[in-house]
C-alpha cells in the first residue's frame, strides 16, 4: 500500500506594541487589540498572571487591571482572580507553580479562545508561556514584559519554558504570544541591577549583527548608565526589532542546529546554576560575552582593540565581567557547560564567536585551553 | 514608536508508512527512513519507549528492536534501555510515567536531533508524544501504532496530550511526528474489542465524507467482524488517508473553533470518563456516533433508513450500541460533557452531525430535551 505524505503550513503573526502606562484607562492601546482579537459571538475571558516582584513594586497594579476591565474598554472580561507568582529565576525551578497556573486556567474556565495574560519578567513570561501552551492543546497568550531584558529579548520571542533537574529550560515549547506590549513605565520599578542587565543583550546583537547599534549603545553609554528613559526605550525597540527580524528570517521553532543569538550564552547559562543564580541573566550574558569575546581575540576573530571597545563598553555600563565561579574548577565546569549546551541544541554543536564587531561568525569547536586562558584573562582584569 | 509586526510560516512533512514485520532484519523501511533523516555528521541518537500491553503479546518485541540496530541496518544507534510503560487510557492518568520518559530522554542523552520512538496504542502515543514535544522544547519522534484505532486515526495525526485533574487531554501539544509506521501483522496481538473498536472512526471518516467509503464498510463488514486482516489493511490506508487530507486541507493545529472530525466524540469521552474507560475508546464512539445519529434522524438530518444503516452497521461489527451508565442521571451527565467539550475547543461550540450518510453538517447548540430522547431510543433498542 502507497505511502501516505503529510504537508502543511502554520502561519503565525504577532505584534509588539510600544506603549506608556497601559493599564490607565485613557490608554487605548490594550482595548484596542483586545477588541479586535478573533471572532465570534461569544464572552472571551482573560486570565491575568502576575509577577510578585513586579507587584511589590507597582503595589495597585491589580487594582489598576481591574479597573481597566470593568469601566468597559473592552468586550473580553477577566476570568476571575489574578494569580500572582513569584518572580526570578526561582519561578521556573517550582513545578507547583505550573501546577498552579494550569489549575487556574482550568477552575477558571479558560479555554482555546480565550487569554493568559503574563505580567512581569522574563522567568514569569516561560512559566506562564508554558503552562498556556500545554493547556487544552494551546491557550493563546499576552506578554507583558516589565523587565529590560523581557522588553528587548526573551519577550518578544516565541520560546517559553521551565528547569527541570537542574537543567534550564529543559521543558518547554515554541509557543508564538499573540501579542506584546512593551510598557516603558514599567521599567521604572526596576532595580539597578536589572536595568543593567538587559543591556547586555542588546550588546550582543550589536555585536553579532550591527556595528552602528553598537557604535550607537557606545555613545549613549552615560545616558543609559543614568537610567535615561528615552535612551532605554530607543534601546529597547532597536533590540526587539533586530530579535524578531532574527527569527523570522531564521530557523523560528529552531529545527536546525544553529542558533546564532545565543553569542555568549553558554557560560552565562552555566554561570547562573553554579551562582544559584545570584548572577541574573543579563549580568550573566555580559560575562559571557565578554569571555567569548575575549577567545574570539584569541583565536585572531577580532583585534585587541575592539576587544577592548567591548570590554569598555560593558565597564561603562557597569557590569563585572568576572565572578568567582568562573574559575573554581573551571575547566570541569566550562567543559560541562559545552556539552549541556550542545545535547539541549542537539547534534553538532554551534556556537557563535565574532570576527569583527556587528559580525558573528559560527564555529562548532571551542578549545579547551583557550576557554581557560580566556578565564584566566577575565580573572587577571576584572577579579 | 512603531509597532513590531512579526509573521512566518513554519513548515510540517511527515510520511505515514505500511508495512508488515517492520523489525525483521530484512525490512529495509525503517533503516531507509533513520538513514536519511535528518544530516550532519554526528551521532544520533533513539529511545524506543514500548507499550507494556503490547509487549505482553509480542515478548520478543525487545530483543527484535536490538537486532534490528545491531546488525547495523541503520546509522542511528539505540540510547539505551527500552522503557516499557503500561498502556490504556490509565497511562495518561499518571503523572509520573510522563516523568519517567522525559527523565529517560535526560539521562539517555536524547537531544533535537535525536528521537523518541513510541511503539504502542494510542494513549501511549499520545504520553510518548507529549513528553517528547515538551523536552527541550520539542524532540522529534516516530510513532509506531500497534491498533486499529492508533494505526487508521490518532497516530497519524499531530496531536498529543494526557488527561489532567479529570479532564480528557488537558495537557498536551500539536506536534507533528517525524514519522509514522503501521505495521498490520502486529494487529494479530489484538484482542477482540480493539481490533473491532477502531473500526469506529473509520465508521466516523466514512459518515462525515465519503458515502463509497460507508458502503465500502457495508460490503465488508462479515471480513472485518471476522478478522479479515487484508480487509483490515484497506480499511486503515483509507482512513488513515482521509484522516490526514483533513488535517492537511483545514486547520492542522485547531485555531478556529471547527472541529467535524470529532462527530460521536462528545459523548464519547464523557462515556469513557463515566465507566472508568470500562468502555474503551472505539467503542465509546462507536455509542458516541449512534447516539449523534439518532440525534441527527430526530431533528430531521437524515432518514430513518440511513440511521437504520448505520445502526445495523454497527450491530454487524459486533458493537453494543448502549451502556448502563447513559442513562443514569443521564440529562446531567450529558449536559457536562457539551460543556467539557465547549471548554477544551473554546469559544462557540460546534458539534458535527448528520445531514446523509457522507455528509457532516456542522451545528452550534443541541437540545437537552432531544438528546435524552436519543439516549431512551438507544436504551429501547440496545440495552
Known amino acids: 500500500m502507497h505511502t501516505i505524505h503529510q ?23 490594550l482595548a484596542n487589540f483586545l477588541n479586535t482579537f478573533g471572532a465570534g459571538d461569544f464572552q472571551r475571558k482573560a486570565l491575568f498572571v502576575l509577577d510578585e516582584g513586579f507587584v511589590s513594586h507597582y503595589p495597585q497594579l491589580q487594582e489598576n487591571i481591574n479597573r481597566y476591565f ?35 486556567i482550568d477552575e477558571q474556565g479558560i479555554d482555546r479562545h480565550s487569554l493568559v495574560v503574563a505580567v512581569g519578567g522574563g522567568a514569569v513570561l516561560d512559566l506562564v508561556g508554558y503552562a498556556a501552551a500545554v493547556s487544552h492543546r494551546g491557550i493563546r497568550h499576552i506578554r507583558i514584559p516589565t523587565t529590560v531584558l523581557s522588553q528587548n529579548d526573551s519577550g518578544v520571542g516565541v520560546k517559553n519554558g521551565i528547569n527541570y533537574r537542574g537543567k534550564k529550560n529543559f521543558l518547554g515549547t515554541f509557543a508564538p504570544p499573540v501579542a506584546v506590549f512593551n510598557d516603558s513605565t514599567f521599567l521604572k520599578t526596576l532595580d539597578d541591577r536589572d536595568w543593567r542587565g538587559g543591556i547586555s543583550e542588546a550588546v550582543k546583537v550589536a555585536l553579532i549583527k550591527d556595528e552602528a547599534f553598537f557604535t550607537w549603545i557606545e555613545q549613549n553609554s552615560a545616558a543609559l548608565a543614568s537610567r535615561d528613559l528615552p535612551t532605554m526605550e530607543k534601546l529597547i525597540h532597536r533590540c526587539a ?34 551562582t544559584d543564580f545570584q548572577v541574573r541573566h543579563g549580568e550573566a550574558v555580559a560575562i559571557g560575552i565578554a569571555l567569548d569575546s575575549v577567545y574570539s581575540w584569541k583565536v585572531g576573530g577580532i583585534k585587541e582593540p575592539d576587544l577592548k571597545r567591548i570590554l569598555d563598553l560593558f565597564e561603562k ?32 554543536l554551534t556556537i557563535m ?20 586562558e580566556s578565564v584566566d584573562y577575565l580573572e587577571k582584569h576584572y577579579l
Open 7 to 29: 504537508k502543511f503550513e502554520i502561519s503565525y503573526s504577532y505584534s509588539v506594541f510600544f506603549t506608556q502606562n497601559i493599564f490607565s484607562p485613557e490608554n487605548p492601546v
Open 317 to 348: 555600563l557597569g557590569f563585572r565581567l568576572f565572578n568567582e565561579k568562573l574559575s573554581e574548577n573551571d575547566k570541569i565546569n566550562l567543559r560541562q557547560g559545552l556539552s549541556e549546551f550542545r545535547e539541549h541544541l542537539g547534534g553538532r
Open 241 to 274: 526589532e533586530m530579535h524578531t527580524e532574527h527569527i523570522r528570517s531564521g530557523d523560528p521553532f529552531e529545527f536546525g542546529s544553529s542558533r546564532p543569538l545565543d553569542f555568549g550564552h553558554w557560560a552565562a547559562h552555566k554561570l547562573e546554576y553554579l
Open 70 to 104: 470593568t469601566l468597559g474598554n473592552t468586550s473580553i472580561r477577566l476570568s476571575g482572580p489574578m494569580l500572582v507568582v513569584p518572580g526570578g529565576e526561582a519561578a521556573k525551578n517550582d513545578p507547583a507553580l505550573f501546577d498552579e497556573i494550569v489549575r487556574a
Open 353 to 372: 564567536l565574532l570576527s569583527a564587531i556587528g559580525r558573528g561568525v559560527e564555529v562548532h569547536e571551542m578549545d579547551d585551553a583557550l576557554i581557560a
